[in-house]
């Protein structure tokens, strides 16, 4: 902003450098003879007050830069005029507007006592100083539009790229929280219901080594935040820290896992996590009578997972099975899809034939990183 009115009043000060001056010292002429010191000044004034709106329309320029070629034979701000008639606005027809300053710079540059009377040299350099700078105008334009479309996918994709972050982000601590948060809630209503005092401080126990996982995984993604990695959640080992502290909250889990000693890409590792741990915790809200069945094969250059429960039955009061309170959202699943989509695999989440519910994923190998 500040650049673009100090480079136009720049303009405007080299317009009155070239033109009062001559007209000062009598050497402004026009075809028609020597014009009065007023009239000099005049239109010396009016068109470098010109350069100073050029930017938003271009014909006051061009008008006043032709006057002043007629009255004063000075030149330059047909240059001037010209290069913004393109640069600035591209003129619809600028081509033939061009073509008509050429033909001012003949006239004025053929009638100017100071310079050649040989016809075709006003004619070059009317095409070298005003169809030159027109069409280098053009470049400009072009280069600016190319600059500016830049500019705006750069924006984009930042914006894209946060958006993205804000929903990985919101992922991990919603799978993190979430199910420490129930696993939690449902220990401390059982200490609510407990008859045996002797039980309270295990439960209690329970209740704080559920915290202290919570915030060690928080602090785990908060260190990988700034990077395009998963936090490391420990593979076979912590699916079956999962199926146990599931079974130590009243659920029934049977849970088959046939997968190959080497590690699994972070990725795959990770989603199969993250789906286990979704599986178990909405059968801890809707379904906590159930009997779990968890599944996690190798199948050719895939991994299979698949966590489904039976339908709820019968009455939970009696044993340590108790349903987690929800506050609803779904957040959980549409999160996972995401999660398993970026992977490279394929997800589903729904109801099974005899009434129960089945979540599965199927991931390449080979996912993306």
């Known amino acids: 902003m500040y650049r673009s009115a100090l480079v136009d009043s720049l303009l405007a000060a080299a317009v009155l450098a070239f033109t009062i001056p001559t007209t000062a010292i009598d050497h402004a002429f026009s075809p028609w003879g020597r014009p009065p010191h007023w009239l000099g000044y005049l239109v010396g004034a009016i068109t470098a007050a010109?350069?100073?709106?050029?930017?938003?329309?271009?014909?006051?320029?061009?008008?006043?830069?032709?006057?002043?070629?007629?009255?004063?034979?000075?030149?330059?701000p047909l240059i001037l005029a010209a290069f913004s008639m393109t640069s600035e606005h591209r003129v619809r027809s600028w081509k033939i507007v061009a073509l008509a300053l050429v033909a001012v710079y003949v006239v004025a540059d053929y009638f100017n006592p100071y310079t050649d009377t040989y016809l075709p040299l006003p004619v070059i350099r009317a095409l070298t100083l005003i169809y030159l700078p027109a069409l280098a105008g053009t470049w400009v334009c072009e280069y600016r539009r190319l600059i500016g479309e830049l500019r705006a996918g750069v924006r984009e994709r930042e914006e894209l790229a946060a958006s993205e972050e804000r929903?990985?982000?919101?992922?991990?601590?919603?799978?993190?929280?979430?199910?420490?948060?129930?696993?939690m809630v449902l220990n401390a209503g059982i200490i609510g219901d407990a008859e045996d005092p002797a039980e309270i401080p295990e439960l209690a126990a329970g209740i704080e080594d559920k915290g202290v996982q919570?915030?060690?995984?928080?602090?785990?993604?908060l260190t990988v935040l700034r990077r395009d990695e998963v936090p490391a959640t420990g593979g076979v080992e912590a699916i079956s820290r999962l199926v146990k502290d599931a079974e130590a909250g009243g659920l029934r889990v049977d849970c088959h896992i046939d997968l190959p000693s080497e590690?699994?890409?972070?990725?795959?590792?990770?989603?199969?996590y993250r789906l286990v741990q979704e599986g178990l915790s909405n059968v801890r809200k809707h379904a906590p009578g159930s009997q779990v069945q968890i599944t996690c094969e190798l199948e050719d250059d895939h991994v299979s997972v698949r966590v489904d429960n039976t339908p709820r039955q019968g009455d939970d009061s009696h044993g340590t099975e108790r349903r987690a309170p929800s506050v609803g959202g779904g957040y959980g699943l549409a999160g996972l899809r995401e999660r398993i989509t970026l992977a490279g695999g394929r997800f589903a989440a729904g109801p099974t034939p005899d009434g129960g519910f089945a979540i599965t994923a199927r991931l390449p190998l080979s996912a993306r990183r």
Do not use: N, Y
């Open 167 to 183: 929903r990985r982000l919101a992922r991990e601590l919603h799978d993190t929280v979430t199910h420490a948060v129930t696993g």
């Open 50 to 76: 010109t350069m100073l709106i050029r930017r938003r329309t271009p014909w006051p320029a061009i008008i006043a830069s032709a006057v002043c070629a007629f009255v004063t034979v000075q030149t330059v």
């Open 214 to 221: 919570a915030l060690a995984e928080l602090r785990q993604l």
């Open 263 to 272: 590690p699994l890409p972070p990725q795959v590792e990770h989603a199969c």
